[in-house]
């Protein structure tokens, strides 16, 4: 089993651009979670997911968009990318604690 | 809302010290879940507890949820390098509509070990 993988682990973006961040699990979780991590603020949850074609929102989720296409994929989006969203991102997937992907790291220039 | 505050948030010991750090809240959890993050990784699960006053040994680390359920604590016993993380504890948030799909982190303590 891989777990929980995140694609890619690294990116700079220039402000404006779009992107979409990738998370697969291969553990039939239903729930499905988005982070980010910056200094001094823990984890913060943008956008979350609870089955296949369901989403919600989090604490953070404006400017990123997410879809659940497949149970076993969870996409994170940015539309038009902003220096405020320079950070390091974490997927989960849960039954009830969550298995989290090793982050990826996004600078916005 | 709920939330849970870590202390401290920072703590730098030498290898073979003993430390307990705490995660504390004004409400209370139905359980509470430690992490442990190392660098550049996500962070992944050390232990849940559910019971008030449940005390669970994990080798040389010791979790306490409080009576009412509202803290917990974790003592490492002769810290070794390789404890060196940041240690994040995390309670189900319940909805308004009575799930507890989602967590609440508290922000962590950074802990350096020192050889």
């Known amino acids: 089993n891989a777990g929980v993988t995140q694609t890619p682990k690294f990116r700079v973006l220039k402000t404006g651009q779009s992107m979409t961040l990738l998370c697969a699990q291969d553990?039939?979780?239903?729930?499905m979670y988005w982070y980010r991590q910056d200094p001094g603020m823990g984890l913060r949850l943008i956008h979350y997911?609870?089955?296949?074609?369901?989403?919600a929102k989090g604490e953070v989720p404006d400017g990123y968009n997410v879809s659940r296409l497949k149970k076993q994929n969870f996409l994170l989006g940015l539309e038009s990318a902003a220096p405020s969203q320079t950070s390091v991102y974490f997927c989960?997937?849960?039954?009830?604690?969550?298995?989290f992907g090793p982050g990826t790291r996004l600078t916005v220039l | 809302t709920q939330l849970l505050e870590q202390s401290p948030q920072f703590l730098s010991i030498q290898e073979g010290e003993n430390l307990t750090v705490y995660c504390n809240s004004s409400?209370?959890?139905?359980?509470l879940q430690w992490y442990r993050q190392e660098p550049g990784e996500g962070p992944v699960l050390l232990v849940t507890?559910?019971?008030?006053?449940e005390v669970k040994k994990l080798k040389r680390l010791t979790f306490q949820f409080g009576d009412a359920r509202k803290d917990s604590s974790l003592h490492i016993t002769a810290a070794q390098t390789g404890d060196t993380g940041l240690y994040l504890c995390?309670?189900?948030?319940?909805?308004?509509?009575?799930?507890?799909?989602?967590?609440?982190f508290g922000k962590g303590t950074k802990l350096t070990v020192n050889p």
């Open positions: 989960a997937s849960s039954p009830r604690e969550q298995f």
């Open positions: 553990m039939n979780h239903e729930y």
């Open positions: 997911s609870v089955g296949e074609g369901t989403t």
């Open positions: 409400s209370v959890f139905s359980s």
């Open positions: 507890v559910v019971t008030g006053g």
């Open positions: 995390a309670g189900p948030l319940t909805s308004t509509q009575g799930g507890s799909e989602k967590l609440v």
